[in-house]
């Protein structure tokens, strides 16, 4: 089962907009990422969060964690047309000793001209 | 380029067949992960490896199966394929335990069963 859950499942804006992402866990982690995937293609990482972390900020990126809410955000901002993709969050889990990243639902971002 | 290798890209095989998708991870990485993606649904964890071996598992059917090699290829085999296994599979590889650091994605192999 998917341990993050992203929200919206889909967001449509206008360029120049900022884009706000949300990522729901269950259970505790050790760090939380983001990626973003263009149709059909590979994912990309975008930033690692750790869970001493608040927030971190990577070009026109932001990304904030609680952990006591169990939730984390990817912010976009000055949005382009090239930001048009799908948004996955993935958390790094304990599994027996081994760590597993789960992956999200995930978020499609459509940002138009 | 992710310097993850995955090949073939497009496989077309018929139900009951049994395919065989290989992954070179990035040089230097130790861990390889599986994922599976149906048609505009999230990745779902399959299996990972870490230095040859099996570390964890996910919500892999018993008609898969996986390894990893010496030289830390792996290979995820698919067998007695159903029209459901249509999807496209991911492998990705990271240097360390999953999480840990980020990992990288190949370019995925599209496995249509018909």
């Known amino acids: 089962s998917q341990q993050g859950e992203e929200d919206p499942q889909a967001l449509s804006i206008q360029e120049g907009e900022n884009a706000t992402m949300n990522c729901s866990y269950k259970?505790?982690?050790?760090?939380l990422q983001w990626y973003r995937q263009n149709s059909g293609r590979g994912l990309v990482h975008l930033i690692l969060?750790?869970?001493?972390?608040r927030e971190k900020h990577s070009g026109r990126l932001r990304v904030t964690l609680d952990t006591s809410k169990k939730s984390s955000s990817l912010l976009i901002t000055a949005s382009r047309a090239a930001d048009t993709a799908s948004y996955f969050c993935?958390?790094?889990?304990?599994?027996?000793?081994?760590?597993?990243?789960?992956f999200g639902a995930g978020t499609r971002l459509a940002v138009h001209p | 380029d992710s310097g993850v290798t995955q090949t073939p890209k497009h496989l077309i095989t018929a139900t009951g067949q049994r395919v065989t998708l290989r992954c070179s991870p990035r040089?230097?990485?130790?861990?390889v992960y599986w994922y599976q993606q149906s048609l505009d649904q999230g990745l779902q964890f399959l299996i990972q490896?870490?230095?040859?071996?099996?570390?964890a598992k996910g919500n892999i059917l018993e008609r898969f199966s996986a390894q990893q090699f010496p030289d830390l290829h792996s290979e995820l085999n698919l067998s007695s394929l159903e029209l459901g296994d249509s999807a496209l599979y991911f492998c990705?590889?990271?240097?360390?335990?999953?999480?840990?650091?980020?990992?990288?994605f190949g370019q995925g192999t599209r496995l249509t069963v018909v």
């Open positions: 993935a958390t790094s889990t304990d599994s027996g000793g081994y760590n597993k990243l789960i």
């Open positions: 259970t505790s982690i050790n760090n």
């Open positions: 969060i750790r869970s001493n972390e």
């Open positions: 040089s230097g990485d130790l861990s």
């Open positions: 490896y870490y230095n040859g071996e099996e570390r």
């Open positions: 990705a590889s990271s240097v360390g335990w999953a999480g840990a650091t980020e990992a990288f």
